[in-house]
C-alpha cells in the first residue's frame, strides 16, 4: 500500500535545502512517498563488494588484462548518480589489473546538455579522480568525434562518441530510476542515449516514440526505447556497469555491477518496488518536490510534471494543476537542448502547435522535452513555483508564482473551492499509480 499521510504541515526540497507550508483552508491533502529502505551501511564498501561479485560477467580484472583504450561513461551534474562512489572500484580494478592510467578517459555523458564545469567534475568524481585522470565531456555535435556503431530504423545511422567507439573496453555508472521513456534510467543508457549523436536522441526521444504504448515510466518489457538503448549499447560492446538505486534523501540502497542489461533487470525490480506507490484516486492540484540537482533549470524540472501526467493513469486530473517548486536559476537551462526546448515552448499557438508541428516536422534533440510538456499542459496547468525569472517561464507557457502559498491559492482560483492536494515530495522517484 502507498505511504499516504494526511498532515496539517508540509515539506518539498528546494535546491540543496527544503521548504514547508501549509494548505489553504478548504484544500484537503496527502502525501505519497516511496516506500522505506534501508540505506547501504558502507556505501563504499558495497560498490567494491559489487565490482568484485559481477552480474552475468567475468571479473572485472579479466576483462581488462591486456587493454590498451578503456573508456568509463559516468553521468553528468543533471543526475543525482553517486558516480563518486562508483568510479573509484572500476579504476582501482583497473589499476590491479595493470591497466596505465593514461590509457584510461572519463567521458561526462552530457548528451546535448552544457557541458560540466570543473566544479561540478570535482563534486561528481572527487577531486583525486579529476586530477589523476583524462576527464572529457561528449559533444553530440562535433562530427569528428562521432563513429556510426548501429545503423536504426529507416537506414537512421547510430553514432556515439569516438572514444566509446574505438575504446577497446567500454564501462559505465548510472541510476536506476523511473524514466519517461526507458521505464527505468540506468543500464546501457548512459553510452546509448548520453554518448550519442544528435540523430541517435532525436529518433529515440521523438514523438513516434514516446506515443508507442510500450514506452512508459516504469516498463522495460516491451518498451521500445529501452530495446534500442539495449541494441546500441551491445553494438557499443558496454562491457561492464555499475549502478546504484537511491533513496528519496539520495541515499543508496543498492548497488550492483557487472553486464549492462542484469544489472539494470536487478536493479529495475528493487527499483520498481521502492518507488511505484498506488494511490486511491486522481488530484485536482499536486506539488511536485523536485530538489539539487534537477531544479537547476526548467528542462529538468519540467520532468516532474511529465512524470506524474504520463503515469499509466494521469495523476492529476484533466483541468488540475501540478506546481512545481523550483528556483531554475539556469532560466530554461544553458545547453544545447534546452535552448531548443525554450525556442519551441515560445512559439505561438500554445501546446496544440508545438504537438502538431513535432508530429509533423520532427523533432531536434531537447525539442522533445517541448513535446511532452505541450501535452501536459493540454491537460493540466503547471504553475513554476520561487522561479527566479517569472518573465522567462511565463513566456514558455507556464504559470508562475513567488513561493508555494502564492502558488496554491492561485491553483485553488483554477479548480475550485475545495480540492484534493497531492503531495510527492520527491516527483522524479516516487511514481503514483491511481487505482483502476
Known amino acids: 500500500m502507498a505511504t499516504i499521510l494526511n498532515t496539517g504541515r508540509y515539506t518539498v526540497p528546494f535546491d540543496r535545502s527544503s521548504i514547508s507550508f501549509d494548505l489553504p483552508a478548504g484544500m484537503t491533502g496527502s502525501v505519497v512517498r516511496s516506500r522505506p529502505a534501508v540505506p547501504l551501511s558502507d556505501p563504499p564498501a558495497a560498490a567494491t563488494t559489487a565490482v568484485a561479485e559481477p552480474l552475468g560477467s567475468p571479473p572485472l580484472g579479466a576483462l ?5 583504450r578503456v573508456c568509463i561513461a559516468v553521468t553528468d551534474a543533471t543526475r543525482a548518480c553517486p558516480d563518486h ?24 555523458a552530457v548528451g546535448t546538455h552544457r557541458a560540466s ?5 570535482i563534486e561528481k568524481l572527487g577531486l583525486d579522480v579529476v586530477r589523476r585522470y583524462r576527464i572529457v565531456d561528449h559533444d553530440a555535435s562535433d562530427d569528428q568525434n562521432l563513429v556510426q556503431v548501429a545503423v536504426g530504423p529507416g537506414g537512421i545511422p547510430f553514432r556515439l562518441n569516438r572514444l566509446i567507439a574505438e575504446a577497446d573496453l567500454v564501462l559505465s555508472t548510472g541510476v536506476v530510476e523511473p524514466h519517461q521513456y526507458a521505464g527505468y534510467s540506468g543500464g546501457g543508457k548512459t553510452v546509448a542515449i548520453g554518448c550519442a549523436d544528435e540523430a541517435t536522441i532525436a529518433y529515440t526521444h521523438g514523438p513516434a516514440m514516446l506515443d508507442l504504448p510500450g514506452t512508459r515510466l516504469a516498463r522495460l518489457d516491451g518498451n521500445p526505447f529501452q530495446e534500442a538503448v539495449r541494441a546500441v549499447a551491445r553494438k557499443a560492446n558496454v562491457a561492464f556497469v555499475i549502478n ?5 534523501d539520495g541515499h543508496p540502497v543498492a548497488i550492483a555491477a557487472g553486464t549492462p542489461e542484469a544489472v539494470h533487470d536487478h536493479l529495475a ?13 486522481r488530484a485536482d492540484i499536486a506539488v511536485a518536490g523536485i530538489g539539487y540537482p534537477k531544479d537547476a533549470n526548467l528542462y529538468q524540472a519540467s520532468r516532474a510534471a511529465s512524470y506524474l501526467q504520463f503515469a499509466p493513469i494521469p495523476v492529476v486530473r484533466r483541468g488540475g494543476v501540478i506546481i512545481l517548486p523550483a528556483a531554475c536559476p539556469e532560466g530554461p537551462g544553458e545547453g544545447v537542448g534546452e535552448r531548443r526546448f525554450a525556442e519551441a515552448m515560445r512559439q505561438p499557438g500554445g501546446p496544440a502547435t508545438v504537438i502538431e508541428r513535432a508530429r509533423t516536422e520532427g523533432i531536434r534533440p531537447g525539442e522533445q522535452r517541448a513535446y511532452v510538456m505541450a501535452r501536459v499542459l493540454q491537460d493540466a496547468r503547471v504553475i513554476v513555483a520561487g522561479v527566479r525569472n517569472p518573465e522567462d517561464v511565463r513566456a514558455m507557457g507556464f504559470l508562475t508564482a513567488p513561493n ?3 502558488a496554491l491559492k492561485q491553483a485553488g482560483t483554477i479548480t475550485g473551492p475545495t480540492p484534493s492536494v497531492l503531495v510527492v515530495p520527491h516527483a522524479l522517484l516516487t511514481l503514483p499509480l491511481v487505482r483502476r
Open 404 to 406: 508555494l502559498d502564492d
Open 85 to 108: 562512489l562508483l568510479v573509484p572500484p572500476l579504476l582501482a580494478e583497473l589499476a590491479a589489473a595493470g591497466v596505465p592510467d593514461e590509457v584510461i578517459t572519463v567521458l561526462v
Open 244 to 248: 546504484a538505486v537511491l533513496d528519496d
Open 269 to 281: 525490480t528493487v527499483a520498481g518496488d521502492l518507488y511505484t506507490m498506488p494511490i486511491p484516486a
Open 117 to 121: 564545469t570543473d566544479a561540478e567534475k
Open 64 to 68: 581488462a588484462a591486456a587493454k590498451t
